[in-house]
């Protein structure tokens, strides 16, 4: 006579990671993120809704980053328009050429950004580029665009260096 398991006897096994409750935004297909929602590490590392957290957050400082350059550019236009004395010309020049310079940043910045998101597009947001560990959730909330571990980073800053000396 085979003796079988009563499996409605037997103890649930705990979940591994903490599981959040979440609806899907049908028109996307990517979770709706629930009021105050903050990655934790109880959770599963990288799962559907740290990264809708994570896509939300850089897609807003790409916003906003676009809109400070339109800013930048219709400041630039105003000032061109208000020509005054030498000495007020020359200020404006240095103030144009920083404002110039911050807006180069900015697109490069943009630029980071969207191949950051195609990254989390691709699965690989916050997993390093060099070793494929965990970049971590501290790290990610400190430096969005980061592609490295701090150790792999510093080894990678490292080594650029002694490729410019």
Request: contains cysteine; aromatic residues 6%.
């Amino acid at each position: 006579m085979a003796v079988t398991a009563n499996k409605s006897n037997a103890p649930a096994k705990p979940a591994k990671y903490k599981v959040v409750e979440y609806k899907t935004d049908e028109a996307t297909g990517r979770p709706i993120l629930p009021k105050g929602y903050k990655p934790t590490a109880d959770e599963e590392y990288m799962n559907a809704l740290q990264q809708e957290y994570f896509r939300q957050r850089l897609l807003s400082w790409r916003a906003d980053l676009v809109e400070e350059s339109k800013q930048t550019i219709e400041n630039l236009r105003d000032e061109v328009r208000d020509i005054g004395d030498e000495a007020e010309r020359a200020t404006r020049e240095t103030e144009n050429s920083l404002e110039l310079r911050t807006r180069d940043r900015y697109r490069k910045l943009i630029g980071k950004i969207d191949s950051t998101i195609k990254r989390l597009d691709a699965g690989d947001y916050g997993y390093c580029v060099d070793t494929g560990e965990e970049i971590g959730l501290e790290r990610l909330e400190a430096r969005l665009t980061a592609e490295r571990t701090i150790d792999a980073q510093e080894r990678w800053e490292h080594l650029q260096k002694q490729q410019g000396d």
